[in-house]
Nanobody
């Protein structure tokens, strides 16, 4: 069994910051990419940022320069630092872990950007 658990969501004002964390545990012996996705109400889930096992990162254009993804391979954790948050960043954020070609998803954490 593999468990993926996100934390760190909440309510923040526009321009504020939040840090999301994700921990993978269980029968994971090797993790390839780790990523953050989000799904806003009425919209499809979309990639926010992804980081390879060697630290290569990729961001969607709308968060480039505002969000930073990082990971700790020893702890099987990945974090997403979100700065200069905007209304349109409101969504449920999901963590995805790729292990041997199998994707494991967390249940998500809600980020609400509101004044």
């Amino acid at each position: 069994q593999v468990q993926v658990v996100e934390s760190g969501g909440g309510l923040v004002q526009p321009g504020g910051s939040l840090r999301l964390s994700c921990a993978a545990s269980g029968s994971i012996f090797s993790i390839n990419a780790m990523g953050w996705y989000r799904q806003a109400p009425g919209k499809e889930r979309e990639l926010v940022a992804i980081i390879s096992s060697k630290g290569r990162t990729k961001y969607r254009d709308s968060v480039q320069g505002r969000f930073t993804i990082s990971r700790d391979n020893a702890k099987n954790t990945v974090e997403l630092q979100m700065n200069s948050l905007k209304f349109e960043d409101t969504a449920v954020y999901y963590c995805k872990v790729d292990s041997y070609g199998t994707d494991y998803w967390g249940k998500g954490t809600l980020v609400t950007v509101s004044s």
